[in-house]
């Protein structure tokens, strides 16, 4: 792969950690996630997993990283996790789309994560939280 191929992923590859973190917040909302954040170092393993070469990864994700920490829905912090390993993490501050009964039952029975429509708009409150599809 090229770098302006890996670089054009760049946009999917934040919408897609933007999109966890989301989830992530909600799950925990509802109280079926136990932290209200994800370890930098998981979510880059796991949005990346398909990428094998490690200074390409790197090069990536610190687009990636740039982009998300710049997002004004993140808080970046250092966190100790439940088993005593710190990590930095990440946590969506943003406002948390209510995962409703009808909208987590079809997520849960289609085996899939919720995913969350990212818009922002400056001109008022029509669309701007993450919302679930």
């Known amino acids: 792969m090229s ?3 890996a670089r054009a992923r760049v946009p999917g590859l934040v919408a897609t950690t933007l999109d966890r973190l989301a989830t992530q917040a909600a799950l925990h909302a509802r109280g079926d996630a136990a932290e209200e954040w994800i370890s930098v170092g998981q979510l880059r ?5 398909d990428e094998f070469d490690l200074k390409r990864r790197e090069d990536i994700w610190k687009l ?3 982009v998300v920490e710049m997002n004004a829905n993140i808080r970046a912090s250092v966190r100790e996790g439940r088993g005593g390993e710190v990590s930095r993490v990440w946590e ?5 789309g209510v995962l409703g009964d009808e909208a987590w039952s079809n997520h849960q029975k289609a085996g899939r994560r919720a995913t969350f ?6 001109g008022g409150d029509n669309g701007s939280s993450p919302t679930p599809k």
């Not at 969506?92 to 948390?96: D, H, P, R």
């Open 3 to 5: 770098w302006r191929a």
């Open 64 to 66: 990636v990283k740039a």
């Open 117 to 122: 429509d990212h818009r922002v708009s400056f």
């Open 92 to 96: 969506w501050i943003g406002s948390v």
């Open 45 to 49: 393993d796991d949005v990346l997993r």
